[in-house]
């Protein structure tokens, strides 16, 4: 049987979560005490084969319950079930803002700050964050990006025996993504926004391409990055790794650093990795006098 665990700061997606794991044929329970994790997956093996994928969400609305957490991840070990571990995680200033967009209380400030409620969540949660198999981070992701997240994981990668590998263009002025293992900065390379007829275009397009790729230390730094991936990702797969975050960045993430990542996705897809390819920041001042 197949047990996924979601968990994670609350108003970061959860609820989405659970909900995209249910479409993929899961049958999901939310707000499970960690206690009734292995009577629940009792109660499922004597579905005889009806129940094949379960997912639960566990977390701090659990209260005093939550706290053994690990003790009941330990009984689904003792009894020999196999489980994956997702946290939803989002940026402190994001999870604000949705929770005075719902007017809702967090489950740790009911009459206090919401901030003082997620810093105490987050704090409670290290320890669980660091035994997740799989990370999403929901800072910027829309409901439609984030089931096609959990797709990526759940539903396509079970076609794969290596791991899953996501390339991801974005702009520093916007912050790195959160849950890169690997960044690199492009800014080296010219930068197409000065040049005014390719301004409005991007790194998708033909003309910033060519722009791009006529430098010679661009096919050089692929080059050297490709060399640096093939002798990685073994090794990564080897360790266990299911995900890798790829991170290709530069000024506002439009034009360079989609050219790049675009690249870089086509020689790994022709290596034969499940590979995904995501331009975070594409669409961002796209009319905006700002700099790429």
């Known amino acids: ?34 206690a009734l994790l292995s009577k629940f ?35 689904l070990k003792v009894m020999g079930n196999k489980y994956q571990i997702l946290f939803i995680d989002a940026s402190d200033e994001v999870l604000v803002k949705r929770y005075k967009e719902s007017r809702r209380n967090h489950p740790l400030a009911i009459q206090g ?41 759940f539903l396509v990668g079970e076609e794969f025996d290596s791991l899953i590998i996501n390339v991801i263009s974005f702009g520093f002025k ?37 722009y791009v790729f006529k430098w010679p230390e661009t096919m050089e730094f692929i080059n050297k990055v490709s060399d640096l991936l093939q002798f990685l990702i073994p090794l990564y797969i080897k360790e266990g790794k299911n995900q890798l975050v790829i991170s290709i960045g530069c000024t506002g993430g439009r034009h360079r650093s989609v050219a790049i990542a675009n690249k870089i996705f086509e020689i790994l897809k022709e290596q034969g990795h499940a590979v995904f390819i995501n331009h975070r920041d594409i669409s961002k001042d796209v009319m905006g006098d700002v700099n790429e």
Not at 14 to 22: D, F, G, V
Not at 44 to 61: L, T
Not at 179 to 202: A, G, T
């Open 41 to 75: 997956a009792e109660i499922c093996c004597q579905s005889n084969g009806k129940i094949e994928k379960v997912a639960v969400v566990v977390d701090i609305r659990g209260g005093k319950f939550f706290d053994d957490f690990f003790g009941g991840l330990n009984d």
């Open 113 to 153: 700050r919401i901030i003082n409620g997620i810093r105490e969540e987050r704090q409670r949660l290290e320890e669980v964050k660091r035994h997740a198999d799989h990370i999403i981070d929901t800072t910027n992701l829309t409901s439609r990006q984030l089931k096609e997240e959990m797709q990526k994981i």
């Open 174 to 210: 916007y912050g790195i993504p959160l849950d890169s293992d690997l960044v690199f900065d492009v800014r080296f390379l010219p930068n197409p926004y000065y040049i005014k007829e390719l301004k409005k275009y991007s790194g998708n397009d033909d003309k910033v391409k060519e």
């Open 1 to 34: 049987m197949e047990f996924v665990i979601v968990t994670g700061l609350s108003g970061a997606g959860k609820t989405q979560a659970i909900r995209s794991l249910e479409d993929m044929g899961y049958f999901c329970i939310d707000n499970l005490p960690p």
